[in-house]
């Protein structure tokens, strides 16, 4: 079983830059694609972005491509979201979640095993 717990999240203006982290327990971490999705009051939870178990692939939703970057410590078994350019359309409570050993990341929340309690970002115009 893997726990995971986000920070990082707060209030910004719109253009400022926040980076969320994602920390889990567990040995086992570093074998497992992590991805971060999002949830707007009243909508679903969306995909954001995902990292392979090695860093090797990664991906976001066009919203936040060339805007956010996901990345991996595995040594400090801690996946980051490096939010730039934020709008007030980024608002949400982001959520970081891992599937099963070696499996590569997908979009869909479904494939996602161990979820976090959510970190809420607020960007005001």
């Known amino acids: 079983q893997v726990q995971l717990v986000e920070s990082g999240g707060g209030l910004v203006q719109a253009g400022g830059s926040l980076r969320l982290s994602c920390a889990a327990s567990?040995?086992?971490?570093?074998?497992?694609?992590v991805g971060w999705f999002r949830q707007a009051p009243g909508k679903e939870r969306d995909f954001v972005a995902a990292?392979?178990?090695?860093?090797?692939?990664?991906y976001y939703t066009d919203s936040v491509k060339d805007r956010f970057a996901i990345s991996r410590d595995n040594a400090k078994t801690t996946v980051y979201l490096q939010m730039n350019s934020l709008q007030p359309e980024d608002t949400a409570v982001y959520y970081c979640?891992?599937?099963?050993?070696?499996?590569?990341?997908?979009?869909?929340?479904?494939?996602?095993?161990?979820w976090g309690q959510g970190t809420q970002v607020t960007v005001s115009s």
């Open positions: 567990g040995r086992t971490f570093n074998n497992y694609a």
């Open positions: 990292i392979s178990w090695n860093s090797a692939n990664t």
């Open positions: 979640a891992v599937r099963p050993p070696y499996l590569q990341p997908t979009i869909r929340r479904e494939n996602y095993s161990y």
